[in-house]
Structure formats: structure tokens, C-alpha cells
């Protein structure tokens, strides 16, 4: 999963079943373009160019005509949207344009080139459809608009995006409707560029995720949620700031639970990408230690055993495996020093490394008492060597308490004269 190409990635994951049969049922029922022409409702040029490019089935054919008339395309579609109010029509040009940018990604520069000659944006003429009535009137518009933010040469800023993201953010949090996971799949095309990451975090759009996979939600939107997730981690500094939602205990309760290769699948890429695209040794520490204070090793150990078409997967599992296995080694190395070593030097840095592990990783707390790091630490609070003692005074009051600067008051009077092993 981490090798795949991310363009490719989203749009095999946008889900069309239940957009899908209601676009199919709208192409089916025709429009009388000459009715309209004859109601002085459209143009004869807008009436003319829509009759000829309906004619068109191939899309070579399309092409060679987009490519001669693509302002004209742009323009008879936008006024056919701006003077047509009957939905079922409006429902049928918002599925030719869809169907249009989907056949050909870099279609979407036509709306751009026209957009611009017109100094409006691109995804102006679609925004007010959002506030429509009609269903899919909506979600077609939001689908349209995604295509040109994530295809298009110029990014959408400022109040537009807040808009969209804010719409988006209202339609994943009510769940009331039968699209919702066309709205998800939006978001997912978003999230693959870069920017809009941040726009997206800046928005408070992560704890939105995280409120839908806390719902119990359907097993196609949790996946569609995690994948958004996994979008995210691929910057570094989103991965930074990820860290402050509780995301890796939320993903191992729903990985315990999955009984889909496709959200295992997916959790399983995520993971790997707090691991692998952190740029702070620190951060893919804490990313570990949530791992393997969530039991996700256990986990990983069960999933090796299971045979997989998808390769992504071993792959994904052998990295967390190891990676995991190291961070585990690291306490271990720890606790066995502690619980072997003789040499006073060896046993006051170690416990020393102890607290300052539990400092800097609070989840590394649960891990150590596992390893029974904890115990041996307190065993050496009466050894006969001051800086021993001193250093397992401190790593032990360091995994009890969380007042950092009342902990340093109190260790004053306990300090030996000597400077404290690698203080």
C-alpha cells in the first residue's frame, strides 16, 4: 500500500454504488435541448454545442472535440447550470460533466481556462449547488469540485476552501445521509495534495475523523475515514502533529476488530507511515510505544500467520514487526541491565535512562511495568552506591507523578554532591 501511487490509490477507493445507480438512471432520461432552445430558455450556440457532444460516444471522439471547443464546452455548461432550473436537468448536465472530468483528469483545465478569462475560479460556478435541495443535485456538485481542487493547476484558497471543508466536515458529522460516503471519498481526493493536508488539519477536520470512527460507523467509511488518515502521515509535519489525537488506540481497537482485509489493509499502511515518514526520532518513539502499549505486536503476530493476495500487506507487517521488535529491544536492554548488572556506573545510567524514557514517552510507562522495569527500578532505591539510589529515586518518582516541577523541589534534598549519571 505504501508503494502505491496516491492518485491511483484514491480514486480506486471512491466509492460509486449508490451515486453510481442514480447517475445511471439520470443519463438514461434524455434532455429535449429544442424545447428549451424554443422557450428562449438557452442559445442556439449553447443548444447546438450540447447536441453534438451528447453525439459523441468515444471518448477519442470527445477528446478531439474538447480539444478544438473547450471554451465553448465550459461555457455551455455553465450556462446551461446558471439558466436551467428544473433539477432532473440540471442533475443530467452535473453527471455529463462528472462523467466528462472523470474519463480525463486534465479535462478540468477547460473550466480553468474559462474561469479565468471570466476572473472567477473554477469551482465558483459549483460551490452554491451545495446549498441545493436535491441530494444529488449536492453531492454530484461537491464531487465536481473535489476533481477540479485536486486535479486542477491552481489551488483553491482562503474562503472557498473553508467553505468546502467546513461543508464537508457538517456532512461527515451528521452521517444523515445516503451519500455520505461520496462526501468521504471527496475528502479523500482533497487530502492527496499536499496543502490541502494542512487546511484540512487547520480546520479541526482531524477530530471530525476521529468523532466519525468513534460511531460505530459502516465498514466502508471507516475505511474510507483511515485512508484519510493514511493521506495525512504522509507529510512529516503532519505526522508531528498527529501525535495530540489518541489515533493509534482508536486504530488498534478498530484492527482487533476488523473482520475486512481492506481496513486491515489500510490501518496497517497507516501505521507504517507514522513509523516511516516522521522526521523526529522522538515522534516515531511515541508512535511505537502507543503501538506496543495497544498490543498492536500481538496483533501483527496473529495477521503473519494468515495468507494474503495483497503483498502490501506482508510487507506493511514485516516493517511493523520490525520496528516494534526494536523499540521493545531498547526497554529490554534497559531492564536487563537493571536486573543482571553488578557495576554501580551501569546501573545508575540505566536507571536513569528508565526515567528519562518515561519523561519523554509517557506511554513508555505501561511498557516498562510490563517488562517489570518498575519493580527492578525500585529494587535499587536501597542500593548501597548514593548515585544508584539517587537515579532510581528519580526514574521511580518520574513513573509516578506527572508535576515535573514539583518533582524537581522534592529531588533537590535528595541530590548527592556528585553530578548524577548523565543528568
Known amino acids: 500500500m505504501t508503494k502505491m501511487d496516491i492518485r491511483g490509490a484514491v480514486d480506486a477507493a471512491v466509492p460509486t454504488n449508490i451515486i453510481a445507480a442514480k447517475a445511471a438512471e439520470v443519463r438514461a432520461n434524455k434532455v429535449n435541448w429544442l424545447s428549451y432552445l424554443q422557450g428562449q ?3 442556439a450556440e449553447d443548444c447546438e454545442f450540447i447536441q453534438r457532444f ?31 432550473s428544473k433539477e432532473q436537468t440540471v442533475q ?29 475560479t473554477a469551482w465558483s460556478y459549483f460551490l452554491p449547488m451545495l446549498n441545493r435541495q436535491d441530494l444529488f443535485t449536492v453531492h454530484m456538485a461537491a464531487r465536481i469540485i473535489a476533481k477540479l481542487a485536486a486535479w486542477g493547476k ?91 489525537y489518541n489515533i493509534i488506540p482508536v486504530l488498534s481497537d478498530i484492527l482487533q476488530e476488523s473482520v475486512k482485509e481492506k481496513v486491515t489493509r489500510i490501518i496497517l499502511a497507516a501505521f507504517r507511515n ?36 495483497d503483498e502490501d500487506i506482508s510487507e506493511d507487517i514485516k516493517f511493523l514487526l520490525e520496528k516494534l521488535g526494536e523499540s521493545v529491544q531498547d526497554l529490554r536492554i534497559l531492564t536487563k541491565l537493571l536486573e543482571v548488572s553488578d557495576d554501580p556506573q551501569v546501573l545508575a545510567v540505566a ?34 552506591d548514593q548515585q544508584v539510589r539517587y537515579n532510581a529515586l528519580l526514574a521511580v518518582q518520574k ?25
Open 154 to 244: 491552481e489551488l483553491m484558497e482562503g474562503s472557498d476552501l473553508n467553505y468546502y471543508f467546513n461543508w464537508i466536515k457538517t456532512q461527515l458529522s451528521s452521517q444523515s445521509s445516503q451519500y455520505v460516503q461520496c462526501v468521504a471519498g471527496c475528502l479523500q481526493l482533497m487530502l492527496r495534495v499536499n496543502e490541502y493536508r494542512f487546511a484540512w488539519v487547520e480546520a479541526d477536520g482531524v477530530n471530525c475523523i476521529m468523532g466519525v470512527l468513534s460511531n460505530k460507523c459502516g465498514f466502508q467509511l471507516q475505511y474510507q475515514m483511515i485512508f484519510s488518515i493514511w493521506l495525512l502521515a504522509f507529510s512529516p509535519q503532519m505526522c508531528e502533529h498527529l501525535r495530540r
Open 351 to 384: 536507571a536513569h535512562d528508565v526515567g528519562e524514557y518515561v519523561r519523554h514517552y509517557p506511554r513508555g510507562k505501561r511498557v516498562i511495568e510490563q517488562l517489570g522495569g518498575k519493580q527492578l527500578v525500585m529494587n535499587h532505591m536501597h542500593h548501597e
Open 274 to 309: 507514522f513509523l516511516e515518514k516522521s522526521a523526529e526520532r522522538e515522534t516515531r518513539q511515541e508512535y511505537a510505544l502507543a503501538m506496543i502499549q495497544c498490543k498492536v505486536l500481538k496483533q501483527l503476530e496473529n495477521l503473519e500467520q494468515q495468507k494474503y493476495d
Open 41 to 43: 430558455m438557452i442559445s
Open 54 to 84: 451528447e453525439m459523441k460516444r468515444s471518448p477519442e471522439e470527445k477528446q478531439e472535440m474538447l480539444q478544438s471547443e473547450g471554451s465553448q464546452c465550459a461555457k455551455t455548461f455553465i450556462n446551461l447550470m446558471t439558466h436551467i
Open 92 to 120: 443530467y448536465i452535473l453527471t455529463m460533466v462528472d462523467d466528462m472530468l472523470q474519463e480525463n483528469h486534465q479535462r478540468v483545465s477547460i473550466f480553468f481556462d474559462y474561469a479565468k478569462r471570466s476572473k472567477n
Open 399 to 423: 513513573l509516578m507523578v506527572h508535576n515535573w516541577e514539583y518533582l524537581g523541589k522534592q529531588l533537590q534534598s535528595e541530590q548527592p554532591q556528585s553530578t548524577a549519571a548523565r543528568s
